[in-house]
């Protein structure tokens, strides 16, 4: 078993969840207890930092009291996650965690960040001797944050199947491998009515925030761009942007293509990405110009919906009456102006 501190820090590990198991308090007592009230505190304190600062935050670690609530608040935020039952709310809460942890993954050895990627399914080579790091690429396709040009498979190079990473590279692949998991985990569980009951208060806060800024999302132009009137795939590709999600190169072209087919500047754009846990502003603007045209002798277009559809970025389960007639995203957001102005 590993160290207090270890388990504290990272609590998605096997070991955390073993000691838990071992030494930990019942669901019933974790909830009720006084003992615990200090661990159901911090697992709240977990979910306002990860929903307002898109990280759950920093607290003492000196002893083992310390410690042992910190690894009890875990699946304490986790049970309230699922019990605010908003699927934006778990992506925001997930990539808190995720951040976190690959913070704490940068300062350590890398025969650490081995055994959280043997646990994350994420296949690894590790020489020792030449300290030289290779990720499959299957694994590497599917966690890197390839919007910038030195995350491309093509500027990696590939051998038998691996290609060369360094330390920070595998620590980024291991954060989103693992935001991907705890979301998935929390969009497979059902609330706990125990849960539900001891934290209504903070759930109903929760939910009332949750309100609150999507309606400011929805009502708030972007530049000069109604919200509110985005086809269903813009709206999908900006919520997963604003939420820290790694949206795939296609979604992040046709967004930017879009909107700068609506006359938005670089800079009102720009800030749409800068929620990304690693966003960094001048490569992200060097590609955002590239596409909308002021760097390049090019302005490139936003997909139709056919090829939206082919990339696998039009939710087509979300497609409504104006979806069904159209077969660009443009034709989307003019018609829908058009029926705001024929309103009485």
Same mark, same amino acid.
């Given at each position: 078993?590993r ?10 590990l096997?070991d955390t969840r073993q000691?838990?198991?071992?030494n930990g308090?019942s669901?019933?007592?974790?909830l009720?207890?006084l003992?615990?009230?200090?661990a ?8 306002d930092?990860a929903f307002? =600062? #898109?990280?759950?935050g920093?607290?003492? !670690?000196?002893?083992?009291s310390?410690?042992?609530?910190e690894i /009890?608040s875990?699946? &304490?935020?986790r049970?309230?996650?699922v ?8 992506k925001r809460?997930?990539?808190?965690e995720?951040y ?6 940068l300062n350590e050895?890398?025969?650490f960040l ?13 020489s020792?001797d030449k300290?030289?790091?290779?990720i499959?690429?299957k694994d ?14 093509? =500027? #990696?190079g590939?051998s038998?199947?691996? !290609?060369?990473i360094?330390?920070?590279?595998l620590?980024?692949? /291991?954060?989103?491998? &693992?935001?991907?998991r705890?979301?998935e985990?929390l969009?497979a ?7 539900y009951n001891?934290?209504?208060?903070d759930?109903q ?7 609150m800024?999507?309606k400011k ?5 972007v530049g000069k761009?109604s919200i509110?009137k985005?086809?269903?795939?813009m709206?999908?590709i900006?919520?997963?942007?604003q939420?820290?999600e790694?949206?795939?190169h ?5 967004l930017?293509?879009?909107l700068s ?6 800079n ?15 490569k992200?603007r060097?590609q955002v110009e ?7 002798s090019?302005?490139?277009?936003c997909?139709?919906c056919e090829k939206?559809?082919?990339?696998g970025?039009c939710?087509?389960d ?6 069904k ?5 443009l034709?989307?957001?003019?018609d829908k102006?058009?029926?705001?102005k024929?309103?009485?």
């Amino acid at each position: 078993m590993r160290e207090l501190i270890t388990l504290a820090k990272y609590p998605f590990l096997h070991d955390t969840r073993q000691y838990i198991k071992e030494n930990g308090p019942s669901v019933d007592e974790l909830l009720h207890n006084l003992p615990y009230e200090r661990a159901r505190i911090i697992g709240i304190e977990r979910l306002d930092n990860a929903f307002k =600062n #898109r990280d759950v935050g920093n607290r003492s !670690l000196v002893g083992d009291s310390d410690c042992i609530m910190e690894i /009890l608040s875990y699946p &304490l935020a986790r049970m309230v996650a699922v019990c605010i039952g908003d699927s934006y709310f778990k992506k925001r809460y997930a990539l808190g965690e995720a951040y976190h942890i690959y913070k704490y993954l940068l300062n350590e050895p890398t025969s650490f960040l081995l055994v959280v990627a043997q646990e994350l399914n994420v296949t690894v080579q590790y020489s020792f001797d030449k300290n030289i790091i290779k990720i499959f690429f299957k694994d590497y396709l599917r966690n890197a944050p390839t919007r910038y040009r030195e995350w491309k498979i093509v =500027n #990696r190079g590939i051998s038998g199947g691996f !290609l060369t990473i360094s330390h920070k590279d595998l620590a980024r692949i /291991l954060l989103e491998s &693992l935001r991907e998991r705890i979301n998935e985990e929390l969009l497979a569980r059902e609330c706990d009515q125990s849960v539900y009951n001891m934290f209504s208060s903070d759930i109903q806060r929760f939910q009332n925030m949750l309100v609150m800024q999507k309606k400011k999302f929805e009502t708030a132009p972007v530049g000069k761009v109604s919200i509110e009137k985005l086809p269903p795939c813009m709206k999908d590709i900006l919520s997963a942007i604003q939420s820290g999600e790694n949206v795939p190169h296609m979604g992040r072209f046709s967004l930017v293509a879009f909107l700068s087919s609506l006359k938005l500047s670089s800079n009102e754009i720009l800030k749409l990405f800068s929620s990304a846990p690693d966003y960094q502003e001048d490569k992200t603007r060097y590609q955002v110009e590239h596409i909308t045209g002021t760097s390049s002798s090019t302005e490139y277009k936003c997909p139709g919906c056919e090829k939206m559809r082919t990339y696998g970025i039009c939710p087509v389960d979300k497609m409504d009456d104006v979806c069904k007639k159209v077969r660009h995203p443009l034709s989307y957001y003019s018609d829908k102006w058009k029926q705001e102005k024929k309103k009485p």
